[in-house]
């Protein structure tokens, strides 16, 4: 039966132990370039349907660009676990989906720790920086599920303020909030936007569709600041896990992603 193999390839993954613990991160090595190397070496891959095998080649890293394809579900995974950092990475849109439906959407997982695809299937316990088209910079908790069932602890904390919408935005000057299960939306997302196929909220600092976009984010401790070309949309502290995995989504749409660094955070 089709659910019999993603299955058990969550079984594994859980039976498997952690994939990456916080309490073995540590800082950059000075600025590293991942994709300087040749080849996927440095990483490891997931996707739903066939675990770390990519048959598809949904992930290629070609002249220094990364292709996360449209054909699965699934993300490309730093080796190593990193706390304390300065990440800043470019994307661009690639082919237009058959049938869309909504937004093209990937994102940059931040701090993940625990299995590969605990989370439904495909994702790992983390900080999602959204990179969704109008939702660029929001911040989701994902939480995966461990062995004996429990969630992995995952949670953040933001100073946010309630919008025409009744949805909160980050606002430095605003009140502490606790995350409950939504996202917590940044403050260049446009009350009632509607999720349509390449639509623009009227605030957005990302790109446009066809030119490349900047994305930074700053790790210092349990705070995450995440930049969107050169602005800051969106802020949180008190952020578990602290520390971890660096992955790039895989969502549904072809994206490329460009100009990995990771910088140790400049001393106190």
Aim: proline content about 6%; aromatic content about 10%; hydrophobic content about 35%.
């Amino acid at each position: 039966m089709p659910w019999i193999f993603p299955a058990l390839l969550l079984f594994s993954a859980l039976v498997a132990g952690p994939a990456a613990r916080a309490d073995e991160a540590r800082p950059p090595d000075g600025v590293e370039k991942p994709f300087a190397e040749r080849g996927l070496g440095g990483f490891t891959t997931w996707l739903k349907k066939t675990g770390h095998d990519d048959p598809q080649g949904v992930f290629r890293l070609e002249d220094g660009v990364l292709r996360c394809g449209d054909e699965d579900m699934g993300y490309v995974a730093t080796k190593r676990a990193y706390r304390d950092y300065h990440l800043s990475v470019e994307y661009r849109w690639g082919r237009k989906r058959a049938q869309p439906t909504s937004v093209r959407n990937t994102g940059v997982l931040l701090n993940a720790v625990g299995p590969d695809g605990a989370a439904r299937g495909v994702w790992m316990t983390s900080i999602e920086c959204q990179l969704a088209q109008g939702c660029e910079g929001d911040l989701i908790v994902i939480r995966g599920t461990q062995a004996d069932g429990s969630l992995f602890p995952g949670t953040i904390t933001s100073l946010t303020r309630v919008a025409e919408d009744q949805n909160t935005r980050w606002d430095p000057h605003g009140q502490p909030v606790a995350y409950s299960g939504k996202q917590f939306w940044s403050s260049r997302h446009q009350p009632f936007f509607k999720e349509d196929y390449d639509a623009r909220g009227k605030d957005d600092v990302a790109s446009p569709v066809g030119e490349w976009t900047k994305v930074e984010c700053v790790c210092s401790g349990s705070r995450i600041t995440i930049k969107i070309n050169g602005h800051t949309v969106n802020e949180c502290y008190d952020a578990v896990p602290a520390a971890g995995k660096i992955l790039l989504q895989s969502e549904g749409d072809e994206v490329f992603f460009r100009n990995l660094e990771l910088r140790p955070l400049p001393a106190k």
